[in-house]
């Protein structure tokens, strides 16, 4: 036999009342099913919980210690009562979302959105490639994935939320700046190009291949920013997310090529595992992105 949580309540209210008919009374039960509870409790314990002094009773040392125990039982529970209907509300919880690299610019901006919507909620944020985010969902280590090209099986569900244009870049005294490009022409290029593993480093390799070109790829790098600087750098041209250029295509650092065939017209995508049945938080994190960019 276990202690329950029942005979702990009957207890602490017998230990409030120091009375087992007062007890009974305010537990709607009868003054036998009362003293069996406390009965059961004090065999469980190996205690005597209350001792009787003339016609009153009092509680035990033993008696003062389980109180506090089942106090602290008590209110935990009810704390977790708590938690729990707020996260059925979606209001706290744990939201693990991670992101492509090259998405991981806007997609901070969001979270830092949500952020100041839900200030209860925690977060696991993580930043990867592509080939990385598909292992982590395969692996059940986040809610939501935000990436741009999403795997091609049923496995996983995804709804694309935003365009992402990918433009090939130069650096602003490049001679093919203000000309037609064709495919033929950029394959002589150098292209520098992101890791394997990359979801643009995907694009990249696609567009050559269904132009039945080949690509001199020259330095890789891991990053974005590495990409960006090796370009105004001089290592050659690249192929990027329209969304990591912003602040060089403000200040004029970076030239957009006009490629035939470019931009390569793709989407940001919400991706979550078709058999993980989203958390309240995870849900509302997802309507969130989907209706601010509706
Ligand atoms: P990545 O992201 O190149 O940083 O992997 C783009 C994508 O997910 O398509």
Request: charged share 25%.
């Amino acid at each position: 036999m276990q202690i329950t949580f029942r005979q702990l309540k009957v207890f602490l209210k017998v230990a409030e009342c120091l009375s087992y008919t007062k007890a009974a009374d305010k537990l709607f039960m009868s003054q036998p099913a009362v003293s069996k509870q406390v009965k059961q409790l004090e065999e469980m314990v190996g205690h005597r919980l209350f001792e009787k002094v003339g016609r009153r009773i009092f509680l035990t040392d033993a008696g003062y210690e389980l109180q506090k125990y089942a106090d602290s039982i008590i209110n935990l529970v009810a704390e977790a009562k708590e938690h729990l209907a707020h996260m059925g509300g979606g209001e706290k919880g744990c939201l693990k979302v991670a992101a492509a690299t090259t998405a991981s610019s806007f997609a901070i901006d969001m979270l830092g959105q949500f952020r100041r919507s839900y200030p209860e909620v925690e977060f696991e944020f993580k930043v990867t490639n592509r080939e990385t985010l598909i292992k982590k969902l395969e692996d059940n280590l986040v809610d939501l994935v935000i990436m741009g090209a999403p795997p091609e099986n049923s496995l996983f569900n995804a709804e694309p939320f935003m365009p992402n244009p990918l433009v090939f870049i130069a650096p602003t005294d490049h001679p093919l700046i203000g000309k037609k490009v064709s495919l033929n022409a950029l394959s002589k290029e150098t292209i520098i190009a992101r890791e394997e593993g990359s979801g643009t480093r995907q694009a990249l390799e696609k567009f050559f291949q269904d132009g039945n070109k080949e690509i001199e790829v020259g330095t890789i790098f891991n990053s974005n920013d590495s990409i960006k600087r090796a370009v105004m750098s001089g290592f050659g041209l690249a192929l990027v997310s329209i969304h990591t250029i912003q602040v060089e295509l403000e200040n004029s650092s970076l030239a957009v090529l006009d490629v035939k065939g470019a931009p390569i017209q793709k989407n940001w995508h919400l991706v979550h595992h078709k058999d993980k049945e989203l958390s309240a938080v995870a849900e509302i994190f997802r309507n969130f992105i989907l209706e601010k960019t509706a």
